[in-house]
Nanobody, 118 residues
């Protein structure tokens, strides 16, 4: 019912920056909270950042706080993840998520690879 598509991944040197984009479309997509998760090889998927549908609240994982910024353009139903001061440990597949309250409904994108070289 809701389609989620990420883009913007790539290879970047340590200390560099990258901006990921996530577009959501479908019925009531503008009313969904959105989030970024990531999964590194051999590790579980972990929370990165989230933003509510009305942009009133944002939350970040401690590992990215101060370096990453999540934002949302409701006019285009697009959420962004600005990643600065990237570290090799940030290397992972980054997944965009759209979810309703209490995760009654949730949708995942295909993921976009972010690789940070040493």
């Amino acid at each position: 019912q809701v389609q989620v598509v990420e883009s913007g991944g790539g290879l970047v040197p340590a200390g560099g920056s990258l901006r990921l984009s996530c577009s959501a479309s479908g019925r009531a997509s503008s009313m969904y909270n959105m989030a970024w998760y990531r999964q590194a090889p051999g590790k579980q998927r972990e929370f990165v950042a989230t933003i509510t549908w009305n942009k009133r609240q944002t939350l970040y994982a401690d590992s990215v706080k101060g370096r990453f910024t999540i934002s949302r353009d409701n006019a285009t139903d697009t959420v962004y993840l600005q990643m600065n001061s990237l570290k090799p440990e940030d290397t992972a597949v980054y997944y965009c998520n759209a979810h309703s309250r209490n995760w009654i409904r949730y949708y995942w994108g295909q993921g976009t690879q972010v690789t940070v070289s040493s």
